[in-house]
């Protein structure tokens, strides 16, 4: 079975602070990727990345940095948070097309409060 | 840019009744579907995926979605809803590219959909 795990399930940050979420798969999977999940708004993606040190921007992109050093392990970096980054982030991890089923495969994810 | 509108946001339904939950998007070129759920307190899961071939695809636990390419839709079906089906469900679609290491999912909003048992 897949599994993509995240490194705290709950985080409670001040206003300011410098932010790291983990995320670790152990597929082996080329595609990772960063999502928030809000009420009403579903899943927007903040970054993906396809390759190591690759990565490209989503469709929210401000206030966030991402770092992808090793395969297996993407984090999602708020550089300075804020109260309007209070979400659930998830991530999730894909194969190649072609020769895997091109799902992605969830974390459980972090839901971040910051005050 | 593609785009995916999930048209219920929440839906209530008795045990039995049958379900219907509507998704349109909005790309040009060829597709990927999905229809993930998230059961409460659990991690988002696949439900089923279209790739190609036949329109009508079965996903886990009696779902099943029909592709109507004309209609740029993806509905999801189920003939007898029961409680545990009770969950969030995301539409998202992938646009399908040459580089098969690229493409990005968008999804819907989500559905929320109450089983009264």
């Known amino acids: 079975d897949v599994k993509v795990t995240q490194s705290s399930r709950y985080l409670v940050k001040r206003t300011g602070e410098k932010v790291f979420l983990e995320c670790v798969q152990d597929?082996?999977?080329?595609?990772m990727f960063w999502y928030r999940q809000d009420p009403g708004l579903g899943l927007r993606l903040i970054y993906f990345s396809y390759d190591v040190k690759m990565k490209e921007k989503g469709d929210i992109p401000e206030g966030y940095s991402v770092s992808r050093e090793k395969k297996e392990r993407f984090s999602l970096i708020l550089e300075s948070a804020s109260t309007n980054q209070t979400s659930m982030y998830l991530c999730a991890s894909r194969g190649l097309a072609g020769v895997s089923s091109y799902e992605q495969y969830f974390g459980p994810g972090t839901r971040l409060t910051v005050t | 840019a593609q785009s995916v509108s999930q048209h219920n946001h929440h839906v209530i339904l008795s045990e039995a009744a049958s379900l219907e939950l509507g998704c349109n998007y909005s790309y040009g070129g060829t597709v990927n579907l999905f229809w993930y759920v998230q059961y409460p307190g659990q991690h988002l899961q696949l439900l089923l995926k279209?790739?190609?071939?036949?329109?009508l695809v079965k996903g886990i636990k009696g779902f099943e979605a029909e592709f109507i390419k004309s209609k740029f839709s993806f509905n999801l079906r189920k003939p007898s809803v029961q409680w545990s089906d009770t969950a969030e469900y995301f539409c998202?679609?992938?646009?399908?590219?040459?580089?098969?290491?690229?493409?990005?999912?968008?999804f819907g909003d989500g559905t929320t959909l109450t089983v009264k048992p």
């Open positions: 279209y790739f190609s071939g036949d329109p």
């Open positions: 998202a679609v992938n646009a399908k590219s040459v580089n098969t290491n690229a493409g990005k999912s968008t």
């Open positions: 597929m082996d999977h080329e595609n």
